[in-house]
């Protein structure tokens, strides 16, 4: 097992269909199979589901959120997640993705070596047939046939991202003014760029075990469009600008 006791996975969850559970139970056995490691979830629904979490492993620390409405603000729960954390370097990690081990080890390193932010891939999202998911169970992700697998995104910032704590908080953290799906994952790219930090990646593929699609994970929720509305203001703002309109944000 790899050490991985100085870094924090940190999952919003909402179990929405059994393929979520499935893709939960699959892709924390994952990783503490493979690393000592800590995960954090914060589960926000109608109600608990901390029997079924802790039934996947005792290690997870479980928070639970009661709420009622149908949209999911992932990003303010993954600020909520990083107040807890107790370690400087934070993986923002969705449930339904999964990487080599290599692919972790190599991105906790360019933290420690000064990035902001880093992908544990290059860019390629496959999304991973049910009838593959025997491998991952094997750690034998590196024999899963891409060329039977859907290429979503072939230049994806989404799935996973490692981050140093105290560094992504000189630029924000998550932006809250984004609810439920879309544009979040590339407004954060232009504040880490617009604000001189360093962003990586390192070779290889995303994972991703595939799921039906809900409200929260498609462009049909009500504030896709505000969210497009909200990256196009963070992309034409000056530095100074941006630096000043972060200052506002109360979750810092």
């Not at 891409?146 to 981050?163: D, H, I, K, Y």
């Not at 929720?221 to 000043?244: A, C, D, I, Q």
Request: charged share 30%; hydrophobic share 35%.
């Amino acid at each position: 097992m790899i050490d991985f006791k100085d870094v924090t996975f940190i999952v919003p969850i909402r179990f929405d269909s059994d393929d979520r559970r499935n893709n939960f139970k699959t892709s924390m056995n994952y990783l503490l199979r493979n690393f000592d490691t800590n995960i954090i979830v914060l589960d926000s629904d109608k109600e608990s589901n901390e029997d079924f979490v802790k039934s996947v492993s005792e290690k997870i620390k479980y928070v639970f959120e009661e709420n009622d409405e149908k949209l999911f603000h992932r990003t303010r729960l993954l600020n909520d997640m990083t107040k807890m954390t107790e370690t400087e370097i934070v993986v923002n990690y969705d449930v339904d993705v999964i990487f080599p081990i290599e692919q972790y080890i190599e991105s906790k390193k360019k933290i420690e070596e000064g990035c902001t932010m880093c992908f544990p891939y290059g860019g390629k999202f496959y999304d991973i047939p049910k009838n593959f998911f025997n491998l991952v169970n094997e750690n034998k992700l590196t024999e899963i046939p891409l060329n039977q697998c859907t290429l979503f995104n072939p230049n994806s910032v989404g799935g996973a991202f490692f981050f140093h704590k105290e560094r992504y908080q000189e630029i924000g953290w998550e932006n809250e003014n984004f609810v439920s799906w879309g544009h979040e994952d590339w407004e954060r790219i232009v504040r880490v760029q617009k604000m001189g930090h360093e962003m990586c990646r390192v070779d290889g593929v995303l994972y991703h075990l595939t799921h039906i699609r809900t409200t929260n994970s498609n462009d049909k929720n009500p504030f896709y469009r505000f969210n497009g509305e909200e990256f196009n203001k963070v992309n034409h703002m000056t530095k100074e600008n941006l630096y000043n309109y972060i200052k506002t944000w109360d979750w810092l």
